[in-house]
């Protein structure tokens, strides 16, 4: 029995036809210039405008759009000129959608190509060839519920949080959130023992208050578990006033692991299961690069079995 061959995709017409008539730049120009308003078609460098072998078009819309894309000058500034064309029955109501992926396609291919850091202009053209008028959007902000508040809130501002060049006691004014900051501050540095000696009185007001102080304790002895680990475990003491709460973490690392454990090693048995369990995390505490000898004070593990755990890591 013959296997069928597959099904070649029959070419596209429509895509084949706009690309050969608008190659020809006196065609591409008069479309430009009877369709654009005149203060933006004045601005395009039409002798410098060049028609590039870039497209953007998924697999899956390529029987329903084509592109070309044209660079030029605009302004005396490098700019792309991005003509699509809608070839289909109904309108596509994601349209704005679609222009900002193919838009964004083409931004981070050109400052890759160009080893540069500033992204060029682009002017979006749309040939619209469905059976009934287009009722689709006419500018990106169209694709938002709230064009306005989107325009303001997106594409005006970028709200930066630095975290390195903000001085501590303002950083010390985020009530809940201060913590977070200095831990992310420092943790870059993987020295909290700076971090809790700098700001000791104001940590004793703020961490009281956090809901997150288990996985904060938690991401620093995974950042900072190393010579530090003594010291790190006084300071956080005295900046919790909560022993019992900072000690918890290495009753967790083994909790953990007991879990694990019990499923992987039900057929060995119940003591088994524990070992394996006490195992895996003496595993992870090294991953996240927790000394031996803290691992070994935590797990009860001897030093003969770290290392060999640390060998198969």
């Known amino acids: 029995m013959t296997k069928e061959k597959p099904k070649k995709k029959s070419p596209n017409l429509h895509d084949q036809f706009f690309k050969e008539a608008f190659s020809n730049p006196e065609v591409t120009i008069d479309l430009f210039k009877h369709h654009l308003p005149s203060e933006i078609f004045n601005k395009i460098d039409t002798k410098k405008l060049q028609l590039t072998n870039k497209s953007f078009i998924t697999e899956e819309y390529s029987d329903k759009h084509s592109d070309l ?7 005396n500034s490098n700019a792309y000129i991005y003509t699509l064309l809608e070839h289909q029955s109904t309108n596509d109501k994601h349209m704005g959608i679609r222009l900002l992926e193919y838009n964004t396609s083409l931004i981070r291919q050109h400052m890759k190509e160009k080893k540069i850091t500033k992204a060029p202009i682009i002017l979006n053209i749309l040939i619209y060839a469905g059976k009934k008028a287009y009722t689709g959007p006419h500018n990106m902000l169209e694709i938002f519920e709230k064009p306005e508040l989107a325009q303001n809130l997106m594409f005006r501002k970028i709200h930066v949080i630095d975290l390195q060049s903000s001085k501590e006691e303002e950083i010390n004014k985020d009530e809940k959130a201060a913590f977070v900051e200095l831990l992310l501050k420092y943790g870059i540095m993987r020295d909290f023992v700076k971090l809790f000696e700098n700001n000791m009185d104001q940590l004793k007001l703020i961490i009281p208050q956090i809901p997150y102080l288990d996985r904060a304790i938690s991401y620093i ?16 003491q005295e900046a919790t006033q909560n022993e019992e709460k900072v000690m918890s973490l290495a009753k967790k690392f083994i909790d953990r692991g007991k879990k694990e454990g019990k499923k992987e090693g039900k057929k060995e048995g119940k003591r088994e299961g524990k070992r394996e369990g006490i195992i895996t995390t003496a595993k992870n505490m090294l991953k996240y690069g927790a000394t031996l000898d803290f691992v070994k004070k935590t797990t009860g593990l001897t030093k003969k079995d770290i290392e060999t755990i640390s060998k198969k890591k």
Do not use: A, M
């Open 69 to 75: 894309i044209f660079k030029t000058k605009i302004d």
């Open 221 to 236: 002895f995974l950042l900072d578990s190393g010579k530090n680990e003594d010291k790190l475990l006084n300071l956080l």
